[in-house]
């Protein structure tokens, strides 16, 4: 295939990735991600034309020439990631709207968009018959009997008692297994039968039976013992505040993070049973993904009405273990120089994605007071590389992939990208009366000084701190010439 065919065929994936987009736009649960990646998509695309027309008329023994040629070698980039768009775009397609609706129910949702996914299949099945499906008393009470062998003895011993149970909760939750559980869960720090009793009158219906439940599930974790209390705490707490969802893994290492410690002692990693032991029946693992998860999308929304008064130093925690974990000897050496290296490298030390990814988000809210932990991290130019390359590794594997990330980013870089101004601020201001050559200007390999990526994720308040600092909005560089240009690129106000 001659590299003129080869880049056409690059367009015709892209073309095909928008076509995905447009099912995964109901499935995912990353706006913000979704349009970011189809701008790149479409300015990538317009790139390649120009691509298309530069081969045309390119000088076949020139190096570049040959490394597009490459990309067509059988099963190499342009076949694997076609295979796998095609793949993906069967199983979400319109003629496959049962997977479709299945594998929305993988995803963490917000309200928002699961009413807009379910007012779609509605759509899709309009002429369809319908029948309503709703748990009767008598799956209720089949269910709570399969949980007697996790209630207290006084019940397992006590076959009325049993029966009063299942009434009890059958009666009271109107079909809704969740509630079921809920009310199940309720019962397993009972000790005697008048206490079972008790707690079955007090059982809610109607509307605030659900509130009513995550009310006394929070009651029960305030009321374990103090360890298992402030683990329950932490658990629920990542799980709400994370910014995707986390793997038991990466939840376990997290936990396991010391702050002020330098390295990851394997012996502190907690026991994902005893994890969801602890949280009162609101926390369950999907084994197919091993993900940790809420048991329901309304316990995420009861949980951030409360999460601010229930546990409020959560963000500056997951903050501060992030940073921690960043700020690692074993991190210290900075980039790994192969792949196989960086997948050892990713393999070994799990949360690791994670803390690179998404550290800056948890620290916004927090900036002043990790301040010092983030200069250990940003001044430490083995750290950022580290870092930098784990934060821009995509799915997608080729030979020599490790390396396509921007190598050179320094602390101006780093916060300029999550829009930590005030972060930035104090940092460039601690270091101005340094003999250094660092400055505001500073670009990475890619071209990029710290305006640009500001610019071009949309951070104002960082863009106004870079150019008060001295920064050229003129500057050249980057993927789209100047910091105008890259906030364009964005689809944000210049």
């Not at 736009?25 to 790149?40: F, G, L």
């Not at 076609?82 to 299945?102: D, I, P, V």
């Not at 949980?147 to 059958?170: F, G, S, Y």
Request: charged share 25%; aromatic share 8%; net charge negative.
């Amino acid at each position: 295939m001659d590299p003129l065919s080869i880049t056409a065929s690059i367009i015709a994936v892209l073309q095909l990735s928008a076509k995905v987009l447009e099912y995964l736009n109901n499935v995912k649960d990353a706006p913000k991600d979704r349009t970011q990646c189809a701008i790149e998509m479409l300015n990538l695309c317009g790139l390649l034309y120009k691509l298309r027309d530069h081969v045309e008329q390119g000088d076949p023994t020139q190096p570049w020439y040959l490394a597009i040629h490459d990309l067509a070698v059988k099963n190499g980039p342009l076949d694997q990631f076609k295979q796998a768009l095609e793949t993906l775009q069967t199983k979400m397609g319109a003629g496959n709207k049962f997977n479709k609706a299945g594998e929305a129910l993988l995803w963490k949702f917000k309200k928002e968009e699961i009413s807009s996914i379910l007012d779609q299949i509605e759509h899709e099945f309009k002429d369809s018959g319908r029948l309503e499906v709703q748990a009767s008393d008598d799956d209720v009470r089949r269910f709570v009997a399969g949980q007697v062998h996790r209630l207290p003895n006084c019940i397992q011993r006590n076959h009325e008692l049993q029966m009063l149970v299942q009434d009890k909760i059958a009666k009271s939750v109107d079909g809704m297994f969740l509630l079921a559980r809920l009310y199940t869960d309720s019962l397993l720090d009972k000790r005697t039968p008048k206490e079972i009793r008790a707690t079955l009158a007090r059982l809610s219906k109607g509307s605030v039976a659900l509130n009513d439940a995550y009310k006394d599930a929070i009651q029960r974790i305030e009321g374990q013992l103090a360890g298992d209390s402030k683990r329950a705490k932490n658990v629920l707490s990542w799980i709400t505040y994370a910014q995707r969802p986390l793997t038991t893994a990466e939840l376990c290492c997290a936990l396991a993070v010391e702050h002020e410690e330098e390295e990851l002692d394997l012996e502190n990693i907690p026991d994902v049973e005893d994890l969801v032991l602890v949280c009162a029946g609101l926390v369950v693992v999907d084994e197919e993904s091993g993900v940790i998860r809420l048991v329901h999308f309304t316990t995420q929304e009861y949980l951030e009405r409360i999460r601010k008064t229930w546990n409020p130093g959560a963000q500056l925690d997951i903050a501060s273990t992030c940073l921690t974990y960043l700020s690692f000897d074993d991190f210290k050496n900075g980039s790994c120089s192969t792949d196989a290296e960086l997948e050892g490298r990713l393999q070994q030390n799990v949360f690791l994605d994670y803390a690179a990814r998404y550290w800056g988000l948890h620290a916004l809210p927090v900036e002043d007071d990790v301040y010092a932990l983030a200069c250990s991290f940003l001044l430490h130019k083995g750290s950022v590389s580290c870092a930098t390359q784990a934060m821009s590794m995509r799915t997608y594997k080729y030979n020599g992939y490790s390396e396509a990330f921007p190598h050179n980013r320094i602390f101006i870089h780093i916060t300029a990208q999550f829009g930590l101004a005030g972060l930035l601020k104090r940092i460039i201001e601690s270091t101005e009366e340094e003999e250094t050559t660092i400055t505001v200007k500073s670009k990475d390999s890619y071209g990029q000084d710290g305006l640009y990526i500001a610019a071009e994720n949309g951070h104002d308040e960082t863009v106004k701190l870079l150019l008060g600092k001295g920064a050229d909005v003129n500057a050249q560089g980057g993927q789209y010439g100047n910091a105008l240009q890259a906030a364009s690129s964005g689809g944000h106000e210049a």
